[in-house]
């Protein structure tokens, strides 16, 4: 390190505390990064990749990015999940000796965005710390952008994972002796930032923390604000007081029901669009966007909050010209939870103070309309607002209507604020309004037409003529300032002292609007906790106008509860009704009671058995989130937790298959669920060969029937399985009904009693356009396996029960092994005993459906 030069060893030093970051080291006017942090910022922001000396033998790898665009690049960088210390002059380099002073002024992180493009206004952006305890795991989660603090505890690491994706966590803070594997699991499954903190003491943080009295919770959370305090380097003065919470409290949704039932992103583009969150989002602030989405991830489970908050989209509904008025006034509110961060953060700037001024300017106008409702709740909510009275005439009376973006360039306070100010300003008008006068006079006195005063930076003010006529000026008044190609630029005594004192006097507004504004800017901070009470205030009324108003577009219904029986009349999924024409949609209706607790669900694929599935769960999730449902009439229980094993896809990542991921799916169901929670199963078993799948399917109904006694809807291809119903009381069949006209199947989408008797499966090759050769032979083929007594798919699984326990083997072979025959005291001919042979070496488990047709086919032309 002694080779190189001060400012690189300067360099190095501050770069090894930031070892995991890249180090925007400040030069001038440019952030500069040397060694690998700038051969990686050349590739990943595509900037040049130049070199300097440093004192080493070798040049130094080197790139940079103006200071004036460093936001972008520094965007660029997080987005990917980097990190990033600004690294500032902390002197002034002209009263510096030797090496300019620099330090670390923040460390930006993916999970502490303040502002820019990696901030979704209508989405929280969660950073989280966890703690492993003896008996589970501590959790906290903040929220830096708005000051919103959780914490908890949570039984398993699946939980801590699943918390992890409902908040859409961008960065993990753990102790550096935290186990890697779990650590390993989080990284796998999302786009999350590890960190590390050990666990120190958290005085500074003791206000927001002191209700805590679970050691665990205080450690898990400090942990957390340690980090926070230890890479802003700066005032946290708006986090909130934590709030612990408990998942028991809500209903539970795992992460593959929240994924499945698509929530709030969907399966395939993993966007927002054709997700139940895309449905309902109505709201007009981007912190009541926010609250509608903890709202879905957290349904209630206390019927009496569930009824207060139906109550008052009823009411609002009830008041259309009111519920109106109200979401013309909301369109005006800004983002007042951020707003109030980035005055603490001290990063606000006077464009930000207009915005939270015209909010606060709303506020009484939306008490208004609330008064005007008479509902409880909506009385209560206007009760508890805050109009800020008080900060809104400050900021009325300190700040222009168009301030600059820039909070140093002047032209941001009002004439009248402060009487000094006002004192320059006049100094400064008068000053240009006497130099314009001059420009006339010179003019005159001259006689050059041409003749102007100019200004620049580098010379002041000066009078400029045309060479030409330089002649024309009187001798000894002038004198020369500056030489063009075509003029001369000149001064006079009285130019000069009027340039001083105009000059003075903007240089000291600047500094006075600066200063003044950071003075109102702590003033706003002592209002940030009435500013964070009146947004929640403001996002609470948001979402359940925007209830009310999807409610009445969409003609759902308010839905009623009960102890156990569900009753949907007419049901919609929600989703998919938006996407289509509501006309074409069909309806259906689902019942649950007392005596009948599952419904096993047969019919063709494509038509509709897991639409009509998911849209139970979603209209169940609407209605204890306070919504009304997509039915003519809906009576529901209050479910504890809500299951889905829908769809097939493999987990490339963990390795796991899709049969794996369904029996992970399934097991997680069965281990975890209650008489109390609602379970969808999508077609158990179909991962794997047919008696197995069989089985299983079976075996899990039997399981949830007499040890669980949850309510499920179970779909299966299984036709066999309808015959159970003969044997378990809780269970009935119903089919999604289908026709054939002209040989084509047409799917009605219309849920029926009793099982289908046919799936359709060729049909819906037919309808996938695959070639007509192939469609033709697979019917070919099927004609043969139905017609052909040998080769017949088995009864219900329950009447081959001892063909399973006889069985040797694992897997079941596909043909029931049958003894050679006799003919007339002789043994079977030689060539079905050769068939019989080759029917003994085919492995299944390595074919095809359609290669074991083929086979199939092959070995019967064999027999004929």
């Not at 004192?55 to 690049?73: K, L, N, T």
């Not at 923390?209 to 005032?235: A, P």
């Not at 593959?256 to 054709?274: D, M, P, V």
Request: glycine share 6%.
């Amino acid at each position: 390190m002694a080779a190189y030069t001060p400012m690189i060893q300067q360099y190095l030093k501050i770069k090894a505390e930031y070892q995991d970051a890249f180090l925007f080291f400040r030069l001038g006017d440019f952030y500069e990064m040397f060694f690998e942090d700038a051969k990686k910022a050349s590739a990943e922001l595509e900037i040049t990749l130049t070199s300097r000396d440093g004192g080493s033998a070798d040049r130094i790898p080197m790139c940079g990015v103006p200071y004036h665009s460093a936001p972008g690049y520094i965007e660029t960088l997080i987005e990917k999940g980097y990190k990033v210390a600004i690294c500032e002059q902390t002197e002034d380099p002209k009263q510096a000796k030797g090496v300019v002073r620099r330090e670390v002024v923040q460390l930006i992180t993916p999970g502490t965005v303040m502002n820019g493009k990696g901030l979704q206004e209508r989405e929280n952006n969660y950073i989280a710390s966890v703690s492993e305890f003896s008996s589970c795991y501590g959790f906290a989660v903040t929220d830096l952008s708005t000051g919103e603090n959780q914490v908890t505890l949570l039984n398993g690491f699946d939980e801590v994972i699943s918390e992890m994706y409902s908040l859409n966590v961008r960065e993990l803070v753990a102790d550096p002796d935290f186990p890697q594997d779990a650590l390993k699991k989080v990284t796998e499954r999302s786009k999350v930032t590890i960190s590390f903190q050990s666990a120190e003491k958290w005085d500074a943080f003791s206000p927001i923390m002191e209700h805590l009295t679970d050691d665990r919770l205080k450690e898990t959370f400090g942990r957390l604000c340690t980090y926070l305090q230890k890479t802003q380097k700066r005032s946290l003065d708006h986090l909130q007081k934590v709030k612990v919470y408990k998942l028991q409290d809500f209903m539970k949704i795992d992460i593959y029901s929240k994924r499945n039932l698509e929530l709030t992103e969907t399966i395939r583009s993993k966007g927002k669009k054709g997700s139940l969150l895309w449905l309902l989002d109505e709201t007009k602030t981007a912190m009541g966007g926010r609250m509608l989405k903890q709202w879905i991830d957290r349904p209630l489970l206390s019927k009496t909050e569930i009824e207060s908050r139906l109550d008052t989209v009823q009411s609002l509904l009830n008041h259309y010209f009111e519920r109106e008025d109200l979401r013309e006034k909301l369109k005006e509110v800004y983002d007042l939870e951020r707003l109030a961060g980035r005055v603490a953060f001290g990063s606000v700037n006077a464009r930000d103070l207009i915005q939270l001024k015209k909010s606060l300017q709303q506020v009484p106008a939306i008490k208004e309309v609330l008064s005007g409702i008479h509902h409880a709740a909506l009385r209560e909510i206007e009760h508890k607002i805050d109009p800020c009275t008080e900060l809104c005439e400050l900021l009325d009376a300190a700040l222009v209507e168009n301030p600059p973006l820039s909070i140093k360039d002047g032209n941001i306070m009002k004439d009248g604020f402060h009487e000094q100010l006002d004192q320059f300003r006049d100094a400064s008008r008068n000053g240009k309004s006497w130099i314009a006068e001059l420009e006339q006079q010179e003019r005159v006195r001259t006689g050059i037409k041409s003749l102007k005063i100019g200004y620049n930076r580098v010379f002041g003010y000066y009078i400029e003529v045309t060479r030409a006529n330089a002649h024309l000026l009187e001798e000894g008044r002038y004198t020369r300032k500056q030489t063009l190609t075509n003029a001369e630029r000149y001064i006079t005594p009285e130019l000069k002292e009027k340039e001083t004192l105009i000059l003075e006097a903007e240089e000291k507004m600047v500094d006075i609007e600066y200063q003044l504004f950071t003075e109102l800017r702590e003033q706003v901070k002592h209002f940030i906790p009435n500013l964070q009470s009146l947004a929640k205030c403001i996002s609470e009324l948001d979402v359940l106008q925007c209830f009310a108003v999807i409610s009445e577009k969409r003609h759902y219904t308010k839905p009623v509860f009960s102890d156990g029986e569900l009753f949907i009349k007419d049901g919609r999924h929600p989703v998919v009704e938006k996407v289509m024409n509501s006309q074409e949609y069909v309806p259906n209706d689902c019942y649950f009671s007392e005596d009948r607790g599952m419904l096993l669900i047969t019919g063709p694929n494509m038509s509709g058995k897991s639409t009509y599935m998911r849209q139970v769960a979603l209209t169940s999730i609407l209605a204890q989130i306070g919504c009304f449902v997509p039915a003519s009439e809906a009576v529901l229980p209050v479910f504890d937790q809500i299951f889905t094993r829908i769809g097939a896809a493999d987990d490339l990542i963990s390795g796991q298959s899709t049969f794996m991921v369904e029996m992970l799916e399934a097991k997680n169901a069965i281990v975890h669920a209650t008489g109390k929670s609602l379970i969808l199963f999508d077609e158990i078993g179909r991962g794997t060969s047919t008696y197995d799948g069989m089985a299983l399917a079976q075996a899990i109904i039997e399981h949830i029937h007499h040890h669980i006694g949850a309510k499920t809807l179970f779909s299966t291809h299984y036709h066999e399985l309808t015959s159970l119903a003969d044997e378990l009381p809780m269970l009935q069949n119903v089919h999604v009904s289908a026709v054939e006209e002209n040989g084509k199947v047409v799917f009605l989408h219309k849920i029926k009693e009793g099982p289908a008797d046919k799936s359709y499966g060729i049909h819906v090759a037919e309808l996938a356009e695959l070639p007509q050769n192939l469609i033709k032979r697979a019917k070919e083929i099927l004609e043969g396996l139905e017609g052909e007594q040998t080769a017949k798919a088995p009864a219900a699984v329950q009447e081959k029960r001892q063909t399973f326990e006889k069985t040797d083997d694992a897997q079941l072979s596909f043909f029931s092994e049958q003894p050679a025959r006799k003919e007339s005291g002789r043994q079977a001919p030689k060539k079905d005993l050769l068939v019989l042979e080759q029917i003994r070496a085919i492995n299944l488990l390595e074919m095809t459906p359609l290669d074991a047709m083929n086979e199939l086919y092959q070995l019967q032309k064999k027999l004929k």
